[in-house]
């Protein structure tokens, strides 16, 4: 059962609706976040939702409530749902929009669901990516707008999620960050280029606390052939090992030791990061 906040109100998903009139479906005018439970606590929450704050803002929409206000709703949520949660808070771009002052009448629905994590067999077999020439869209903003990454996977079927590649250079993949091992060093996109994910901001913490080596450049598309592993992150699919980008196969077509590790050592600590 999916459980959906708005207006004030928790319902069933199908007694909610939005009017047509809003901008998210008239202009795809939208920002959201996805956050998931461990133990029933939310990951990173106070990070998901100041990244989702941050987002409305580079778009220019008001923000509907106060953050705390959001986390007491989405504590709430979560009482509402069995087992493991999913989470995921919408602001729409709403019915108005001010030259001046932008987006003055956002909406703010919040999506409670079961989470379905991702099969064991993509951590131990690890997946593939379509890689594309070209950045993704407004880098430093989670709109709803996800057109961009979902047509070109009809020229790879297999792939999990597309790789933008602009120029050669691996910036992000198109639901999650991306990372390569290389030279001994674990190497990803600098911030400026990329979204900043939670889940990317944790890695990047334990992998440091670990001892490796973090190296934040663009990793090329050309340095596939000699990497050692790839590995994407994001809130629901943690750390995943990709054995094959395009027609490449990469670290022998097989998961390697530092993404398994890291993966580890993240699921030992989630308390670290559990709100």
Not at 35 to 56: F, G
Not at 200 to 220: H, N
Request: glycine share 10%; hydrophobic share 40%.
């Amino acid at each position: 059962m999916v459980i959906c906040y708005a207006d004030g109100l928790f319902k069933e998903l199908n007694e909610i609706s939005l009017p047509l009139s809003d901008l998210a479906f008239q202009r795809g005018i939208g920002v959201f976040e996805t956050i998931r439970t461990y133990d029933r606590r939310p990951m990173a929450l106070t990070p998901h939702l100041e990244r989702l704050a941050s987002s409305a803002a580079g778009c220019r929409i008001a923000l509907p409530l106060p953050l705390e206000d959001m986390k007491g709703i989405i504590r709430k949520g979560i009482d509402l749902v069995d087992g493991e949660v999913k989470i995921r808070p919408f602001i729409t771009g709403g019915d108005a929009f001010d030259n001046e002052l932008g987006f003055t009448r956002p909406r703010l629905f919040i999506f409670f669901e079961p989470l379905c994590p991702l099969p064991e067999k993509d951590y131990s077999e690890g997946i593939s990516l379509h890689p594309v020439d070209q950045a993704r869209p407004m880098a430093n903003i989670k709109s709803i707008n996800y057109l961009e990454s979902f047509l070109p996977l009809a020229e790879d079927p297999e792939a999990l999620e597309v790789l933008y590649c602009p120029g050669g250079e691996i910036t992000e993949s198109s639901h999650s960050n991306a990372f390569m091992v290389i030279g001994g060093k674990i190497v990803t996109a600098p911030e400026e280029r990329v979204l900043p994910g939670t889940m990317r901001s944790m890695t990047l913490e334990m992998a440091r606390d670990a001892g490796f080596s973090v190296e934040k450049r663009c990793p090329l598309r050309g340095e596939l052939p000699l990497c050692t592993e790839f590995f994407i992150t994001g809130s629901i699919k943690e750390i995943l090992p990709v054995v094959r980008i395009g027609k490449t196969t990469v670290g022998g077509g097989k998961p390697g030791p530092v993404s398994a590790h890291l993966r580890r050592l993240y699921l030992q600590n989630l308390g670290r990061w559990g709100e």
